[in-house]
Nanobody
Framework: QVQLVESGGGLVQPGGSLRLSCAAS????????MGWYRQAPGKQRELVAV???????NYADSVKGRFTISRDNAKNTVYLQMNSLEPEDTAVYYC?????????????WGQGTQVTVSS
């Protein structure tokens, strides 16, 4: 069992910044990737950013140039630096972890943290 603990969400004005953190613990063997997803009311959950164990990162087009994902492998922690926030970024942000087991990949999710961008 893997536990993901998220922090850093909150209320921010348009143009402001937030930094999300997600620390993984439990049955961790070989992490393939960690990332962030988000879901706004009435919308489908979507990928925001993902980073592999080697450090390669991918971003949704809507956040490219504004958000930066990073990780600390020693701490099994992933971060999301969010700059130039817009009201459209308002959503619940979920941490995600993927690791490889003998039988295949295991996917874990955090409970989510609310990000609200409003003036």
């Amino acid at each position: 069992q893997v536990q993901l603990v998220e922090s850093g969400g909150g209320l921010v004005q348009p143009g402001g910044s937030l930094r999300l953190s997600c620390a993984a613990s439990g049955s961790i063997f070989s992490i393939n990737a960690m990332g962030w997803y988000r879901q706004a009311p009435g919308k489908q959950r979507e990928l925001v950013a993902v980073i592999t164990s080697s450090g390669s990162a991918n971003y949704a087009d809507s956040v490219k140039g504004r958000f930066t994902i990073s990780r600390d492998n020693a701490k099994n922690t992933v971060y999301l630096q969010m700059n130039s926030l817009e009201p459209e970024d308002t959503a619940v942000y979920y941490c995600n972890l993927r690791q490889e087991r003998q039988w295949g990949f295991q996917i874990s999710w955090g409970q989510g943290t609310q990000v609200t961008v409003s003036s």
